[in-house]
């Protein structure tokens, strides 16, 4: 039995919402309002219609029809709950009435806006709207989720304009919310009210793992940035964990004349990044591919070099990133196939002894390569790396290029 059902039942029995429900959730209250209408008729109690006619939804009848009880009107809370939630849209409708001064039946008051029934959620609006914005804007989750649903911008927009014109406190508090739909929400109304830092932005981009917010704190926080900012944000872009957090303050190095800069990113080990550096050294009057082949003719110490060569090179790099496949670093050989692949340099004799490679990663990316000439190579090859006493990730290729050769069915 699910948790919604459960606590469907309890509030039947006369459970408090509290005791009922437990922690709640912005998924709870659409759950619970489900689970009360998915009640049999007998768990349901009666209740009195607007005209004070006690009415029961009568499920064993061919047609649905009303009965008439001696039942006192709803007045516990559980009662309350069940008649929001009813299935009859005029037991829905009456109960509305129970709702102001109990906060506890808010999150169901914004519910019934998003009502099938046109009267219920009408008179559902019109309560909201007197509901002040600090009273809404905890219930922000809610509110958003709800906004999917055909009918379900009302409150939403109940929501957006509160918090507009609301306290920077009111947003504040918003910004760490666990739901992901309200922080977006907060930090979009925060950065149109202009009320984060330049520098609190750039660190807000760096710190989340939502590429949502990563653009949009990186973005504004590149536009409000002054000359005196300069420093600390792109410094904290450029240090990001994200990838397209790092290329946004590589991308802000032209803007700010600071082209030199950009040299020391086109070794990333991100592509869009090392696109971004090509593109800002570029537009300072320098060319990289010079500065590849410097970087991968000696002693390589950025493996992203290798693969900003295959990506900017000519066919007469190939033979240098071919040599980077014996270096001793994992990374440089995994680049430096990423380099060839750009290069469409790929040779299946000599890229499949790398399917034996010690790395993981290297012979993964070495897959990769092979793939699109799965067919040429030799079954008995791949059959025997196939077997039991193979590393993990050999047999895992083994399969991958099998598969791919129409050797073995594909799995799921």
Known sequence: MNHARTAALRLAGGSSLREALGRTSAESWPA?????????????????????????????????SLRRSRRRRAESESENVIALCHPD?????????????????????????????APVRERARRLLSEVPPAGLAPHADLVLLLARREQGGFAADLLDRGVRGGSAAQVESLLASGDRA????AHRV?????????GRLARLAADSGDATLQDLCADAALASMRVEDHDDVLGVLLAARAPRVRAAGVTALRRTGRHDEARARLADRS???????RYVVRQGGADPLPLYRAMCGGEIAEPGAAAGLGECGDPSDAETLWALLDHPSPAVRVHAVHGLRALDAVTRDRLSVLIDDPSPAVVRAATRALLPDA??????????????????????????????????????
């Open 375 to 412: 067919a040429e190579l030799s079954r008995e090859w791949l059959t025997e790396r196939d077997a039991p006493d193979r590393p993990r990730a050999v047999r895992v290729a083994a399969q991958r290029l099998l598969r791919a050769a129409g050797h073995l069915r594909p799995t799921g």
């Open 32 to 64: 619970l309002d489900q689970a009360i209408r998915d009640l049999p008729s007998w768990e349901l109690p009666s209740y009195a219609a607007p005209d004070n006619r006690w009415l029961r939804w009568d499920w064993n009848a061919p047609l649905p």
């Open 89 to 117: 849209g005029r037991i829905r409708e009456a109960a509305l009435d129970r709702v102001p001064g109990s906060p506890a039946l808010l999150p169901l008051l914004i519910v019934r806006c998003a009502d099938w029934a």
């Open 271 to 277: 592509g869009v990044v090392r696109a971004c550096a």
């Open 190 to 198: 925060a950065v149109d009210r202009g009320l984060l830092a330049p």
């Open 182 to 185: 309200t922080r977006r929400f």
